[in-house]
């Protein structure tokens, strides 16, 4: 019999968000054009101009929605985007 309390249908795989997968400073200062996620809906979206902003895509009444946060600057750290 299965265990209700396991609301997780891949066996072997983790739901949720998926911090593991954080961005070094180093590459988000160099990445390549396109979107690059960060973990727990983050994600760093380069331009081919080399624009860089941060994007948090959420769910609103069951629809995925994006917020930009800003833009990457030199002098901010990545620990404030992530932890307001």
Do not use: C, Y
Not at 33 to 46: E, I, N, S, T
Not at 63 to 84: C, K, M, S, Y
Request: without cysteine; charged residues 30%; positive net charge.
């Amino acid at each position: 019999m299965k265990d209700p309390s396991n609301t997780d249908h891949r066996p072997g795989i983790k739901s949720g968000p998926h911090v593991e997968k954080k961005l070094k400073a180093s590459f988000v200062r160099n990445a390549p054009p396109g979107r690059h996620m960060d973990g727990g809906g983050l994600f760093l979206q380069v331009d081919k101009s080399g624009a860089r902003r941060w994007l948090l895509r959420v769910m609103v009444r069951g629809q995925r929605r994006e917020f930009g946060l800003g833009t990457v600057d030199n002098r901010q750290r990545l620990a404030h985007r992530r932890d307001p």
